[in-house]
């Protein structure tokens, strides 16, 4: 969708709520078909997570991802129609506000759930905050260009490549209550490190910069995700911000491990990172702590 400039185009046009309809459908309908490797690996990561499913509730599930995909890619066009309150309702609105209003940076953590691109949009338009989004480029530069364009309208400051540690580290130096959004579930040497899901895995990628970038500079991580309730609508999860000052890393691993964690499994539906991964390679059943509650 993203590299057909036509579809973007007509995402554009339609009204919001119909283009992501338009977009779930074809998803799930079209797109799923021709990424038959993604939809495997998927299915099996979700067959480790989720064993005490039936098989045809994890096929549902699956089914909905790929709609979820599909509705996400197709808002990408219309994220300014949908940064408000009437398609974002925040889980205590007071308590976020004031989380937001305090003093001292931030590290604004998630995961690919939901709708990402919105939560990152949302937070930038909720707050007089300064922000800068961290992004790698996806290989493609077709698909590349077409998602730079679709971010300029919302995204505010957004940095990638070699120099992105070094202009991290002086907007959240040089600007009062800057904000760092990041996204923690990133896909490298063809796996994804976090959430660990009971892997023994040490710190790495995105967290680990994040974590040495917030003590060096006092910043606050503030976990939070973001839900679709139905169609272009949903709800902001967010946990009470850790602080590097009172916590050791691994305290703050384990927390953002367990909130984040939890919900990629319970909301497997809506999380990307599940065809990324490939839990197979470690076949060590979940603690108990990280199976989901029935």
Request: proline content about 8%; glycine content about 8%; overall charge neutral.
């Amino acid at each position: 969708m993203l590299s057909n400039p036509f579809l973007f185009f007509l995402m554009r046009t339609l009204p919001a709520p119909v283009a992501s309809w338009l977009g779930g459908w074809l998803s799930a309908h079209v797109a799923r078909r021709t990424m038959k490797l993604r939809d495997a690996r998927a299915r099996a990561n979700l067959a480790l997570l989720r064993p005490d499913l039936p098989e045809a509730d994890r096929e549902a599930i699956l089914t909905r991802r790929w709609t979820n995909i599909g509705r996400t890619m197709a808002e990408l066009a219309n994220i300014d129609r949908l940064v408000n309150d009437a398609h974002v309702t925040v889980v205590d609105q007071p308590g976020y506000k004031a989380v937001l209003d305090g003093p001292g940076p931030m590290v604004a953590f998630t995961c690919h759930l939901g709708n990402w691109d919105l939560l990152a949009a949302y937070i930038k338009w909720s707050t007089d905050r300064p922000g800068l989004g961290v992004y790698e480029d996806p290989e493609d530069p077709k698909i590349a260009a077409q998602l730079k364009k679709a971010r300029s309208s919302y995204m505010g400051e957004a940095i990638g490549g070699g120099g992105a540690a070094r202009g991290v580290l002086k907007h959240l130096t040089q600007k009062d209550r800057a904000t760092l959004y990041i996204l923690a579930d990133e896909r490298r040497d063809r796996q994804v490190w976090f959430p660990t899901f009971g892997r023994p895995i040490e710190p790495s990628g995105n967290l680990s910069i994040a974590l040495r970038l917030a003590r060096k500079v006092g910043a606050r991580f503030l976990p939070f995700y973001l839900l679709r309730t139905s169609g272009p609508h949903f709800d902001l999860h967010w946990h009470p911000p850790l602080d590097p000052v009172t916590m050791s890393d691994a305290e703050i691993v384990a927390v953002l491990d367990r909130f984040l964690g939890d919900a990629c499994i319970a909301q497997a539906d809506q999380w990307l990172g599940l065809h990324d991964m490939d839990l197979t390679q470690d076949a060590t059943p979940l603690p108990p702590s990280l199976q989901p509650d029935m």
